[in-house]
């Protein structure tokens, strides 16, 4: 069944501590990506890869990180240094440039 | 930068009326334009992808035109269901560039 998993589906974390949310694909698409989404806004996006081991930043990157070190795989750490990071966190690919977007059911996290 | 909105926020029919969504951008240098369903605490669903050389695009009771030089989309759905109701999404891809541009969403509510 091709799809994309995104774990755990609720997450609850403490400030200060850093938080790793999982993106695993078996589209076997080469773009990935992160997004962020608040109530009423539009999705903003944090990092996307285009091809393994490579990786850029998004509109919101500072207090993230990921990697990229395999093509189905694509996890987003949630540092201490983000400001904000209580959201729903959705996870993306797309098989080629210009094609369209397929989404997991994302994370939602929230930090007290 | 690119500005997407969606107007209104929200909206409520009773069941069987024609839904209309609207979607507008600023900058008409985009390659396409995609609709997207998001239901409740889920990850978002492609319903159409327009090309900037199109006008419209259909599937099933869905329609969506395309007017890029005035920079506005509008998602038509006949017939309108309970099962319709859910958040609707618009998001442009420009030229050259992988970032999409998401509006806030509009929130349908179909009443039986």
């Known amino acids: 069944d091709g799809g994309i998993t995104q774990s755990p589906k609720y997450l609850f974390r403490k400030e200060g501590q850093n938080v790793t949310l999982s993106c695993e694909q078996n589209?076997?698409?080469?773009?990935m990506y992160w997004y962020r989404q608040d109530p009423g806004q539009g999705l903003r996006l944090i990092y996307y890869s285009q091809i393994v081991n490579d990786f850029q930043k998004g509109d919101i990157a500072e207090g993230y990180s990921v990697s990229r070190e395999k093509k189905e795989s694509f996890p987003l750490t949630v540092t201490s240094a983000q400001k904000n990071p209580t959201a729903f966190y959705l996870c993306a690919t797309q098989d080629s440039a210009y094609s369209p977007l397929h989404f997991g059911n994302g994370t939602r996290l929230t930090v007290t | 930068k690119q500005e997407v909105t969606q107007i209104p926020a929200a909206l409520s029919v009773p069941e069987g009326e024609n839904l209309v969504l609207n979607c507008s951008f600023t900058d008409s240098a985009i390659y396409n334009l995609q609709w997207f369903r998001q239901d409740p605490g889920k990850g978002l669903t492609s319903l159409l992808l327009?090309?900037?050389?199109?006008r419209e695009q259909t599937s099933g009771r869905l329609n969506a035109s395309l007017d890029k030089s005035s920079g506005r989309s509008t998602l038509y759905i006949a017939a309108s269901q309970p099962g319709d109701s859910a958040t609707y999404l618009c998001a442009v891809e420009p030229v050259n560039d992988y970032k999409l541009s998401f509006g806030a969403g509009t929130t349908v509510t179909v009443r039986a």
């Open positions: 589209l076997n698409h080469d773009a």
């Open positions: 327009i090309q900037s050389s199109q």
